[in-house]
């Protein structure tokens, strides 16, 4: 009685959205509470509630709005069309997710593979890569158990309050943290450092105010980045993300093509394809801690679990089945690009590499290669391209800062959509991010400091403890000692990492 009750409620409401259903349905189709039919087809006041909710995402999507008025062409997409629908809405989060993946850890990569040897490295890599993809399975069954794609309210309904509050609290510092080294790399692009000349710096002198880092920055950060982060709604950034990833992937192809001209001329001489001797000294703890102080850069690069419901949430319900999908294709295409980077990235420049490898990437590495004419266009080339992917995937990091903030600071969803508190908070998130950036002298030691406080706690110790405190018909003995692992794993690093950091050898 209560299934046909629920039926004719349900069937009511769809006529009188004018929305065809089938007339055999049960409570049994409609799952995770969504009203549909057979066919997968979703009611207009379902769906408008569904995109009103107060945690509705703001990320890049084609189909996402957190608002009720939706156009008629999205009307016709999301109800006539599912194939279009279904490819309109998952591709997009498959580019959002990947360009919320590469960034800055990109180009400290090569450095990791210096340290660790080719075939080390690109162990460690897909080690942590399939540590990655763990914990965001379990991400996604705890948000699927509970309904909910807020990360902080899934924490704080399995693992409680004090859980949420230190999750958010690893939010704030990862994203900032990634934010300020962010704009140190594009600082590195436009004028260089003390070593290494920049854009601006390979055509003026370093003496002029043109090439101040603080104008330079600046004018990036306040007239192109802060309207960027800004917006309500990322729907406008959709094609920019794609852009993007396009441009990360021709990086790579352009290192690449480099390092066999560099193979070709001085063949592999110099590369280390197990750990370097450099840092590898025979010391068995000092080995030790140099091995795991390049862990958290690793988890800095692949962390991506602070977006993982937000893109969740950006899909209609009946592809939510379709993230797990959505995730391996995203991780896995990311890490083959930062395979090729860090490889390649090493083989070009060897033991000269530098933490930020875009450093490299000027007339004097380049001109034996290239010549000197060559080498003034691929440089500005390389740093122009990424300096274009820093800043497409900025506003995409910033949303997760500024939501986490917003929930801390304001309770209710009137305060939160204020555009003064918008644009109040993402001024002064750019400000600090951008007066700290230009205090770091480079971005290895807070990529190591970041990856080991927060994208540890972030990627591998939170979701562990989701999956320790899973019903036990969901618990093997096989599930439980990986999840412990990871929780531990998680822990080695950020204690190692602190260890160094307070006696001064971490670098």
Not at 23 to 35: A, E, I, R, S, V
Not at 264 to 273: A, P
Not at 454 to 479: D, K, M, N, Y
């Amino acid at each position: 009685q209560q299934q046909q009750s629920a039926t004719r409620r349900c069937a009511c409401v769809l006529s009188m959205s004018e929305v065809p259903i089938n007339p055999q349905l049960t409570l049994m189709d409609f799952p995770g509470g969504t009203n549909q039919d057979h066919q997968g087809h979703v009611n207009r006041t379902e769906y408008q509630h569904m995109r009103s909710r107060e945690d509705a995402p703001l990320l890049a999507s084609g189909s996402g709005t957190d608002s009720p008025d939706i156009n008629d062409k999205e009307r016709e997409v999301y109800f006539n069309d599912p194939q279009q629908e279904q490819k309109f809405s998952v591709r997009s989060q498959v580019i959002n997710l990947g360009n919320t993946i590469v960034g800055a850890g990109l180009m400290a990569l090569p450095k990791v593979v210096q340290t660790l040897g080719i075939v080390t490295g690109v162990t460690a890599l897909v080690l942590v890569l399939l540590c990655t993809l763990k914990t965001l399975g379990y991400m996604l069954k705890e948000s699927t158990r509970m309904n909910s794609t807020d990360f902080t309210h899934v924490v704080r309904q399995r693992l409680g309050v004090n859980a949420a509050r230190i999750q958010d609290f690893s939010i704030f510092i990862n994203n900032v943290g990634l934010l300020i080294i962010y704009l140190r790399i594009i600082s590195d692009v436009l004028v260089g450092d003390a070593e290494y000349k920049g854009i601006i710096t390979d055509f003026i002198s370093e003496k002029s105010i043109l090439a101040s880092p603080y104008l330079s920055v600046g004018v990036v950060t306040f007239c192109v980045l802060l309207p960027l982060s800004s917006l309500e709604k990322m729907d406008s950034l959709a094609a920019a993300s794609a852009s993007g990833l396009s441009l990360a992937l021709l990086f790579s192809v352009i290192t690449i093509a480099l390092s066999c001209v560099e193979i070709s001329k001085n063949g592999l001489e110099g590369v280390s394809f197990g750990p370097n001797p450099l840092y590898f000294s025979g010391d068995l703890v000092k080995d030790v801690l140099a091995l795991v102080s390049v862990f958290p850069v690793i988890f800095t690069s692949l962390v991506c679990h602070y977006n993982l419901l937000h893109v969740k949430q950006d899909l209609p319900p009946r592809h939510y089945n379709k993230m797990p999908k959505i995730v391996r294709t995203a991780g896995c295409g990311c890490v083959g690009l930062y395979l090729l980077v860090a490889s390649f990235g090493y083989i070009l420049f060897k033991d000269k590499v530098q933490g930020d490898v875009l450093l490299n990437f000027g007339c004097d590495a380049l001109e034996p290669l290239v010549g000197d004419k060559g080498c003034i266009v691929i440089a500005i080339a390389v740093r122009s391209m990424y300096a274009i992917v820093l800043s497409m995937t900025f506003p995409l990091i910033h949303f997760a800062l500024r939501q986490t903030e917003m929930s801390v600071l304001f309770e209710n969803r009137q305060q939160r959509q204020a555009p003064a508190a918008r644009w109040g908070i993402t001024l002064a998130n750019l400000v600090v991010s951008y007066v700290l950036a230009l205090k770091v002298p480079n971005i290895w030691t807070p990529l190591q400091i970041t990856g080991a406080v927060a994208a540890g706690i972030i990627g591998f110790i939170i979701p562990s403890c989701l999956h320790l405190v899973a019903p036990a018909q969901e618990r093997t003995v096989a599930s439980m000692v990986t999840a412990w692992l990871l929780l531990l794993m998680g822990v080695l690093v950020g204690v190692v990492t602190l260890y160094q950091l307070a006696t001064g050898n971490l670098g």
